[in-house]
């Protein structure tokens, strides 16, 4: 069965994540995989797929945060770009710079809102406070979170709506330039009116970045994803355009878990 | 893996509710095609004017399904073969309402030829009124048992039909050149004939529907019909 979609092109291959025979191991046990995927650069993926089928793991695959794990064995290649993101020359903070994460409970940090943004940068040492503040601003203004905090950057991020608490988790995601965004469940914990301004600025960050979002929710992933990955124990079932996944998807087992035949 | 029913009862049974009144509403259709064609051929009033009544039921179902659509549509967001079916039905409630009102035209015909002695003997308009009923049961017959390749069939069964007409029209072509006395009645059988091949026009309409809800294949304007119609300007469809 081939689950490997041809919807990269050349032109997409910036920001393109191409994954072979991953297979994630927690302890003895294959929690998923192997998996071939060609996620294409400058669009987005959703993961779908029941609770447990392997989504966030391959999600975390990508950028090496599995190996935050206790006990967490990788097999396979990732890469971004062609080149790889596993391997002993490779420095894992480095990829997590370019490809960057926002989860599902947005966890600002306990500083000012500038400093929020400002973190990634300093630590990779960027000093000059001209430069800094424009950074600053172009990733509050890339996530849609500028006109609503630019009067008031010193103030602690702690004070922020929860919608926007996650708009800075995905600024200081941006601040640091990656070329690729993984959200975890982005808008899980929102009200319908914050999530919608979330999908929108997913939407436009498909125009500058790669983004992969996991999400329990399946209208989410028809609204704003190009591309949907259905997961289902482990494996990977089914890959293809959003639009043809739901309206004809190939495999049954998609059938059944899109249109809410759970047995 | 998982089960073929909605894990939601509730959809599963307003799934079903539409299917069964879809089909209800098909077999009332059938009946008003069957029943137009009898008062013809018995130059029977009584039966015309009931079956121009019984149309009343066909346009009720068509505003009851249409609503019961929307519903679906607005609760549950249906996808995939949910939502083909769903989309399926909207449409093929309109034909089949078109071809009611198809049904009643011709017993308005009936109606007004009953009030003359018969032209001549029917054999070709009920031969078309058959071919038309069976295309009908079976396309409801290929909806129910999701069998793209027996509504496959059905379309090129439309061609029998537009032959016959042909036929029918060349016929009652010569009765009017011989006598103009002819021509009120013939022009009504023509309308009759006419009015028949639209019917199967329409239950080829409904056939690639059940093609698309069964493949998710979009078959539309994809067949040599199309270009019969182009070469031959008695069988433009409206």
Known sequence: MNTQAALATDKEILGSVRVQGLVVYYGDK???GPVDMMIPGKQVTALIGPSGCGKSTFLRSLNRMNEMVI??????D?????EPIYGSGVDAVAVRRRIGMVFQKSNPFPKSIFDNVAYGLRIGGLTDRSELGGRVEQALKHSALWEEVKDRLHESALGLSGGQQQRLCIARALAVAPDVILMDEPASALDPIATAHIEELIHELARDYTVVIVTHNMQQAARVSHNTAFFYMGDLIEFDRTESIFTKPKQPKTEDYITGRFG | MFGREHTDREYEHELLQLREQLLVMGSHVESIIGDSINALLGRDTPLAERTIA???TVNRMEVELDGLCLQIL?????????LRFITLVLKVVTDLERIADLGVNICERVLELNAEPQLKPYVDIPRMGTEVQSMLRDVLDAFVAKDADRARKIIDRDQVVDALYAQ???ELLTFMMESAHNVYRATRLQSIAKYLERMADHTTNLAEMVIFM???EDVRHLTSRDDLETSDPRHGRN
């Open chain 2, 168 to 170: 029918v029209f060349r």
């Open chain 1, 71 to 76: 006990g967490c064995r990788v097999e396979g």
């Open chain 1, 30 to 32: 294959r929690a998923l």
């Open chain 2, 214 to 216: 069964v493949d998710g």
């Open chain 2, 74 to 82: 607005a609760r549950r967001q249906p996808v995939a073969s949910d």
């Open chain 2, 54 to 56: 019984a149309d009343r």
């Open chain 1, 78 to 82: 990732v890469r971004l770009n062609d």
